[in-house]
């Protein structure tokens, strides 16, 4: 325990300022967003891309491309909000069986997907990455989990949570120990927010 303990103070000590930045525009966006205020897309956009080029910089190659699809998403949830921030938001649901069988499916040949991209990266452009197979299923589960958020299903909160389990030690072993801070925490707002959208959910069906 104590070497591990010493290990993430090295950890620290060694971080870049410019992984701090990205970290805490990351927190900056998670409590702008439950505050409901527009400023957590310019916050999310950049500090997504800063996480974009440190991600590459480690040979974490899905989950670059996983964040780029952050931006893209970003953008278009900031134009999205603009246009219906005076009309009544999607109701929260419970996912139907064919949105499981989807939600599964873009898991499961997503992960097969980025693993073969991975293994198959030239090497005249990219250093080969050590941790295909986690990087591919952390990336994999991640987009099932932001296809399910943007439907307002509930069961968004369980495939974004199996992300950041798989995550975390992977951070942790990539030498970006407050990335993998960041994700312990969006891991507990994650059952946080799950027992908040059924809550609300149940209270729905109640009246």
Not at 27 to 49: C, D, F, H, Q, S
Not at 65 to 85: D, E
Not at 128 to 150: E, K, Q, R, Y
Not at 153 to 178: C, G, M, R, V
């Amino acid at each position: 325990m104590h070497d591990l303990i010493k290990l993430f103070i090295d950890q620290i000590k060694e971080t870049t300022w410019v992984q701090w930045l990205a970290v805490a525009l990351g927190v900056a966006e998670v409590l702008l967003a439950r505050k409901n205020n527009i400023w957590l897309y310019p916050a999310g956009i950049l500090g997504t891309a800063i996480a974009i080029y440190l991600l590459l910089d480690v040979g974490l190659y899905a989950e670059s491309i996983l964040n780029g699809y952050y931006v893209i998403m970003s953008v278009y949830g900031w134009w999205y909000w603009i246009k219906r921030r005076n009309e009544p938001p999607v109701e929260i649901s419970w996912s139907t069986k064919n949105e499981w069988l989807i939600s599964i499916a873009i898991s499961v040949i997503g992960w097969v997907f980025f693993y073969v991209l991975l293994k198959n990266l030239p090497a005249k452009y990219f250093t080969p990455s050590n941790v295909p197979v986690w990087d591919a299923l952390i990336s994999s589960t991640a987009w099932a989990g932001m296809w399910l958020l943007a439907r307002r299903k509930i069961e968004n909160w369980i495939f974004l949570n199996i992300s950041n389990l798989f995550a975390i030690p992977i951070l942790f072993y990539k030498h970006l120990p407050l990335f993998a801070l960041l994700t312990i925490f969006l891991f507990v707002v994650a059952i946080f927010g799950y027992f908040d959208w059924k809550r609300k959910l149940d209270l729905r069906f109640e009246t």
